[in-house]
T-cell receptor
Framework: SQQGEEDPQALSIQEGENATMNCSYK?????LQWYRQNSGRGLVHLILIRSNEREKHSGRLRVTLDTSKKSSSLLITASRAADTASYFCATDAARGSTLGRLYFGRGTQLTVWP | KAGVTQTPRYLIKTRGQQVTLSCSPISGHRSVSWYQQTPGQGLQFLFEYFSETQRNKGNFPGRFSGRQFSNSRSEMNVSTLELGDSALYLCASSLLAGQSYEQYFGPGTRLTVT
């Protein structure tokens, strides 16, 4: 079952613009991870943010986490055509059977036009 | 370090057959998780192995099974294939399946059942 939901489902922007994707989840978590998937390929790990962190940066990526609202956002600055991909958030669950299990949303399909 | 590898990359089987997929984790990683990705259901957790023991299992029928070897390599098996088993099967490895460890994914095995 899906724990997270990304919003929007699809996002289309021009190169150089910023892209913001949001993720909401339902239960308490230990951490949240963002992944990128190019068409039909494996998932590439982008960033992990722990439940006691509010913001994290990695290159052109900025992730925020608001545990009170059970939501996270991924900002990609100065987007490039190569950023075109699906982006997923994945959470563990703070309670229950969590070992090795991530819960994924449906993803946001980002298209960056040259 | 080499990433997670999966073999084969593509597979075509007919209904009723069985299939075995293989996953080699990143060197030093002891946890391997398996996921099924379909357009309809998204990414669904199958099971997780750590030190040759299955520690967590998703909501899939008993036709889906797996195992892990002493070198942490893992296999999953699907018996009596159905058309609905057509999917991208992804494995992910983690240093430990604890609370705050990233999962790194392989390129996936694309299974088509005809």
């Amino acid at each position: 079952s899906q724990q997270g939901e990304e919003d929007p489902q699809a996002l289309s922007i021009q190169e150089g613009e910023n892209a913001t994707m949001n993720c909401s989840y339902k239960t308490s978590i230990n951490n949240l991870q963002w992944y990128r998937q190019n068409s039909g390929r494996g998932l590439v790990h982008l960033i992990l943010i722990r439940s006691n962190e509010r913001e994290k940066h990695s290159g052109r990526l900025r992730v925020t986490l608001d545990t009170s609202k059970k939501s996270s956002s991924l900002l990609i600055t100065a987007s490039r055509a190569a950023d075109t991909a699906s982006y997923f958030c994945a959470t563990d669950a703070a309670r229950g059977s969590t070992l090795g299990r991530l819960y994924f949303g449906r993803g946001t399909q980002l298209t960056v036009w040259p | 370090k080499a990433g997670v590898t999966q073999t084969p990359r593509y597979l075509i089987k007919t209904r009723g057959q069985q299939v075995t997929l293989s996953c080699s984790p990143i060197s030093g990683h002891r946890s391997v998780s398996w996921y099924q990705q379909t357009p309809g259901q998204g990414l669904q957790f199958l099971f997780e192995y750590f030190s040759e023991t299955q520690r967590n299992k998703g909501n899939f029928p008993g036709r889906f099974s797996g195992r892990q070897f002493s070198n942490s390599r893992s296999e999953m098996n699907v018996s009596t294939l159905e058309l609905g088993d057509s999917a991208l099967y992804l494995c992910a490895s983690s240093l430990l399946a604890g609370q705050s460890y990233e999962q790194y994914f392989g390129p996936g095995t694309r299974l088509t059942v005809t």
